[in-house]
């Protein structure tokens, strides 16, 4: 399970981690679990930045209540990603079809924005992110990172992010804002996105 942006706090050091794409939770076998650990963590950090509004009623009762029937965005095809795999989207139809069985309305739908500047701003996030916790380790045990030390995607991604500048990262900032305007936008309108995990199915074991 994971919580959305300002669901628990991050800690002391960082307030928006990777521009706020990133949160930290646990791992738990059912949703049930999932609402009462949430109950246990959630609500902003003191002097946090970022925060939302307590619930309407606890996660975990709200997990035992009677639901109204929702509305479903079917996502069948992420804006400029590739095509998942006939068998993910068959299952990705009966799935929807058992939600519509079951009283809720399903329609498909995409959400709109800059997608190669979301690009460009996702991999200066990720740069930057690996770069400052890269820089942070090998201060502490003082050791420069190197091939005999860190993965080589490891450490070009550092690397990358070491060469990244101020204005980028403020782009970054600027680009993620419009982007998370436009997907919240998109999210308003529904209860549930359905799409699929995975695009391809998994290579088998061995």
């Not at 930290?24 to 650990?37: K, P």
């Not at 509004?53 to 996660?59: L, Q």
Request: charged share 20%.
């Amino acid at each position: 399970m994971r919580p959305g942006r300002g669901g628990s706090p991050l800690g002391r050091y960082y307030g928006r981690r990777r521009v706020g794409m990133a949160n930290e939770f646990v791992v738990g076998r059912r949703v049930r679990d999932g609402g009462g650990r949430l109950e246990a963590v959630a609500g902003p950090a003191v002097g946090g930045t970022l925060g939302i509004g307590p619930p309407a009623m606890p996660y975990a009762s709200a997990i035992a209540a009677d639901t109204r029937p929702l509305k479903v965005a079917l996502v069948r095809h992420w804006p400029k990603a590739p095509a998942v795999e006939p068998q993910i989207d068959e299952a990705l139809s009966r799935t929807a079809r058992l939600l519509e069985a079951n009283g809720h309305m399903v329609e498909e739908a995409a959400p709109e924005y800059d997608v190669d500047a979301f690009n460009r701003a996702n991999f200066a996030a990720w740069m930057s992110f690996l770069a400052v916790g890269l820089n942070g380790v090998s201060a502490a045990i003082g050791r420069e990172p190197g091939p005999e030390t860190v993965e080589a995607v490891t450490l070009a991604c550092a690397r990358a992010g070491n060469r990244l500048t101020a204005m980028d990262i403020e782009d970054v900032f600027m680009v993620m804002n419009t982007v998370s305007r436009s997907i919240g936008t998109f999210l308003a309108q529904y209860d549930v996105i359905l799409m699929p995990v995975l695009k391809r199915t998994p290579l088998p074991l061995g």
